[in-house]
């Protein structure tokens, strides 16, 4: 059996990594959800993370021993790549003209519609009076490329608009700001499929001929105006941010809500219908309903009614 003397030196343990990871990066998240963070800026620190567990694992390495060299190299790494990032990306440069949007049906009965807006804030408006499919503007940012693409078969008219050019376009933003405008019309019955990644959306859809929306969020807050009338289904998945959908008096509705980290917040005039979900007492024969389902992430859901 050993003994241990106070002469020998005692095991010496690494830093608590994953604890102090935990808090930071749940502090920053709570600093984005209060506005005192711009969620651009949030994300611009994933090109902190490699250099950042690369530094944790050899001060555990070495056992804290050259720990100032490690933090000088750590911050010479993250400077390497995100200068590497600009560069690629041509953020230097000026950045694009404003894309003008001008779509028509074509002939078509009912349409297709996908927006992937990347890192921007996207608005949509519904106009009941237009009569083109999609109509607005579309600012990209430094190194962003936006594809667009339309096609009309069997009377259905399929349009996309798609952000692409790379994870980091947030380093494009010093310059003029990103955003795309929208007005979605037609008059004719629109399946509409929404992906951002990091920014707000403001979905108007209170004058769209809805047959369903399937909306999917990265970080940023989300609201969403339903339309009045018409039987249609709604999908909102988000990561980080708050989300409100505005439903009409006038609308029965079954809401499914799966809750992640924070509130949930109904009308009463939706009866609890088990965990989570609330149905209006007319659903069943209403003539005017929606079936809304969000699975939210890290922000509070609200259910707003909209007079």
């Given at each position: 059996m050993t003994s241990t003397t106070a002469n020998e030196p005692r095991p010496t343990r690494g830093a608590p990594v994953w604890p102090v990871v935990l808090i930071v990066a749940g502090a920053l998240l709570l600093l984005g959800n209060v506005g005192w963070l711009s969620w651009h800026v949030l994300f611009s620190l994933e090109l902190l993370f490699p250099p950042l567990l690369v530094a944790f694992g050899l001060d555990m390495l070495l056992q804290g021993r050259h720990?100032?060299?490690i933090v000088v190299g750590a911050i010479v790494a993250f400077a390497a790549l995100s200068a590497g990032a600009g560069a690629r990306?041509?953020?230097g440069g000026p950045a694009p003209e404003p894309m003008e949007v001008t779509q028509s049906l074509e002939g078509a009965r009912r349409a297709v519609v996908a927006l992937s807006s990347g890192v921007t804030d996207l608005t949509v408006r519904g106009d009941a009076r237009s009569s083109l499919l999609v109509a607005g503007t579309v600012r990209p940012l430094r190194g962003e490329r936006v594809q667009r693409s339309f096609d009309v078969a069997g009377g259905v008219a399929r349009f996309a608009l798609r952000s692409e050019g790379g994870f980091a376009r947030w380093l494009g933003r010093a310059g003029r700001p990103?955003?795309?405008?929208?007005?979605?019309?037609?008059?004719?019955?629109?399946a509409l499929t929404v992906d951002t990644g990091v920014g707000a959306a403001d979905l108007d859809l209170s004058q769209a001929e809805l047959e369903r929306l399937d909306l999917d969020t990265g970080?940023?807050?989300?609201?969403?105006?339903?339309?009045?009338r018409g039987r249609y289904a709604v999908d909102i998945d988000t990561g980080v941010g708050a989300v409100t959908v505005s439903v009409p008096r006038g609308l029965a509705a079954r809401i499914e809500v799966s809750r992640g980290v924070g509130g949930v917040s109904v009308p009463s005039r939706f009866v609890?219908?088990?965990?989570?979900?609330?149905?209006?007492?007319?659903?069943?024969?209403?003539?005017h309903r929606v079936d809304l389902r969000i699975d939210s992430g890290v922000g509070a859901v609200r259910i707003v009614d909209d007079d």
């Open positions: 720990r100032l060299l990306l041509g953020t990103g955003g795309w405008d929208l007005t979605l019309g037609g008059g004719v019955p629109v970080v940023g807050d989300t609201r969403v105006v339903l339309p009045a609890p219908s088990g965990d989570d979900v609330y149905v209006s007492p007319d659903y069943a024969t209403a003539r």
